[in-house]
């Protein structure tokens, strides 16, 4: 399984992109960063789109990408819950941008596709397993695994409090966000966000559940904090003795 970090930021400059996470060329997590990071032909090579929440720096490039299918006459399928299918009809509502949801009537370019917390469903080709997470707004994360036994989980957005999630999950890598530096923990746990010391306790009570500890890359950094993001994030990592690695645009990971 190979990963590549399309954007890993929560907010967008030359130099940061919004969150974004392609496997293998072919299933997207999350629609930030894409149509600025992909060509064209990258574009029509995707499969299907997992959205872990209605956040608009998760969910902006949607519109933008069906617009390119369409013009390529391919359909785009679309994974998500509820809420988010709302907020893409919000915006694909005929006014703001054509509803894909409908056109071309014969074979609309968007399929949406219902996901619910607690089940597994096959896309594209993957497992991939919808887990609640607790986010300001209703949000899952996603356990991705391959033909061949290879799992990520990517929580999306997520305050502290995971480890329901932990029982369900066992990645070999986790993507997880890290959205501000310690000194604001608590804007950050209002926002229901994760700092470097959330994610300590996290880690610890994933290992303590799971026995071990996966590799861990964070994204969703506030670009103005990064400096200090990364280095409180090392001190964690040596810490619990394990791998954190900041993430950043272009990045590619094989598990
Ligand atoms: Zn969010
Ligand atoms: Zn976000």
């Known amino acids: 399984m190979r990963i590549r970090l399309l954007g890993a930021h929560n907010?967008?400059?030359?130099?940061?992109?919004?969150?974004g996470i392609l496997i293998d060329n072919t299933l997207l997590l999350d629609a930030g960063g894409v149509t600025s990071g992909l060509s064209l032909k990258e574009q029509e090579a995707l499969k299907a789109v997992c959205l872990t929440h209605q956040h608009y720096d998760h969910i902006r490039d949607?519109?933008?990408?069906?617009?390119?299918r369409h013009i390529m006459g391919k359909s785009l399928d679309v994974y998500s819950t509820t809420s988010v299918r709302d907020a893409l009809a919000y915006l694909l509502n005929g006014a703001l941008y054509p509803n894909f949801f409908e056109r071309p009537p014969e074979n609309p370019t968007l399929k949406f596709n219902?996901?619910?917390?607690?089940?597994?469903?096959?896309?594209?080709?993957?497992?991939?397993?919808?887990?609640?997470?607790?986010?300001?707004?209703?949000?899952?994360?996603f356990q991705v695994t391959s033909k061949n036994g290879r799992t990520m989980f990517y929580t999306?957005?997520?305050?502290?409090?995971l480890s329901d999630c932990w029982q369900q999950t066992s990645p070999q890598?986790?993507?997880?966000?890290?959205?501000?530096?310690?000194k604001y923990e608590e804007s950050s746990r209002k926002a229901r966000h994760m700092t470097p010391a959330f994610l300590k306790e996290e880690l610890v009570s994933f290992r303590e559940l799971k026995g071990y500890l996966p590799r861990v890359i964070a994204v969703h950094m506030n670009p103005t904090m990064e400096n200090e993001i990364a280095a409180e994030l090392t001190a964690v990592a040596g810490e619990l003795g394990c791998s954190i690695t900041p993430g950043r645009e272009g990045m590619e990971l094989d598990i």
Do not use: F, W
């Open 11 to 19: 907010c967008e400059s030359a130099s940061a992109r919004l969150p």
């Open 62 to 68: 949607v519109p933008v990408l069906t617009m390119n």
């Open 114 to 141: 219902t996901l619910q917390a607690g089940q597994t469903k096959q896309v594209a080709g993957y497992s991939v397993l919808t887990v609640q997470v607790g986010h300001s707004v209703p949000s899952v994360g």
């Open 156 to 161: 999306g957005d997520t305050g502290p409090g």
């Open 173 to 182: 890598l986790l993507i997880i966000e890290v959205t501000t530096s310690n």
